[in-house]
T-cell receptor, first 113, second 116 residues
Framework: KAGVTQTPRYLIKTRGQQVTLSCSPISGHRSVSWYQQTPGQGLQFLFEYFSETQRNKGNFPGRFSGRQFSNSRSEMNVSTLELGDSALYLC????????????FGNGTRLTVT | QQPVQSPQAVILREGEDAVINCSSSKALYSVHWYRQKHGEAPVFLMILLKGGEQKGHDKISASFNEKKQQSSLYLTASQLSYSGTYFCGINPELSAGGTSYGKLTFGQGTILTVHP
């Protein structure tokens, strides 16, 4: 089975711009979560989607948003980028129903200048 | 609250053992363990559920002490391939009707280095 695929792998943006990141989950996985990883804050939960609905949201400002499509693919959008948004953004999918493992993609490295 | 992992870093020689602890201030329902190598995605190791049994495969195992709200990861006879950063991720125990299956709160990580 193919793993979780995230595109693009690297992005360089300027403050004030917006960005969209994409995630294709493992086939059959209907839940997709997004995490931000930085050296200072570690791995922090952004949001989780299941059946095109946001099920949970982390403590991030409204500039961070996401959505999930009917084929379970997900996108994450960050508007009005700030320098502090520079991070590795990880998408993880899992089999829905109960406490199942997260399968992470290789992430998108976002640099804001 | 973020769980606290200890130690922050550990250096081993091949064949030595290590224990990594993960402590929470909240009652836990599940604890996940992941390993991340530099430049790669975190990889799932195991999940422990409240009331469940100790898990393990090969020379890596883990325990879950519900009373202490703590989990420990045991690495025995370490190999070079064990090097990486180990993270625990927790799901708190929720009241009826709550769901947070995909929402993990991760510890700050423990850097494990295994030398030949």
């Amino acid at each position: 089975k193919a793993g979780v695929t995230q595109t693009p792998r690297y992005l360089i943006k300027t403050r004030g711009q917006q960005v969209t990141l994409s995630c294709s989950p493992i086939s059959g996985h209907r839940s997709v979560s997004w995490y931000q990883q930085t050296p200072g804050q570690g791995l922090q939960f952004l949001f989780e989607y299941f059946s095109e609905t946001q099920r949970n949201k982390g403590n991030f400002p409204g500039r961070f948003s996401g959505r999930q499509f009917s084929n379970s693919r997900s996108e994450m959008n960050v508007s009005t980028l700030e320098l502090g948004d520079s991070a590795l953004y990880l998408c993880a999918s899992r089999v829905a129903g109960g406490y199942s493992p997260l399968h992470f993609g290789n992430g998108t490295r976002l640099t804001v200048t | 609250q973020q769980p606290v992992q200890s130690p922050q870093a550990v250096i081993l020689r091949e064949g030595e053992d290590a224990v990594i602890n993960c402590s929470s201030s909240k009652a836990l329902y599940s604890v996940h363990w992941y390993r991340q190598k530099h430049g790669e995605a975190p990889v799932f190791l195991m999940i422990l559920l409240k009331g469940g049994e100790q898990k393990g495969h090969d020379k890596i195992s883990a325990s879950f002490n519900e009373k202490k709200q703590q989990s420990s990861l045991y690495l025995t006879a370490s190999q070079l391939s064990y090097s990486g950063t180990y993270f625990c991720g927790i799901n708190p125990e929720l009241s009826a009707g709550g769901t947070s299956y995909g929402k993990l709160t991760f510890g700050q990580g423990t850097i494990l280095t295994v030398h030949p």
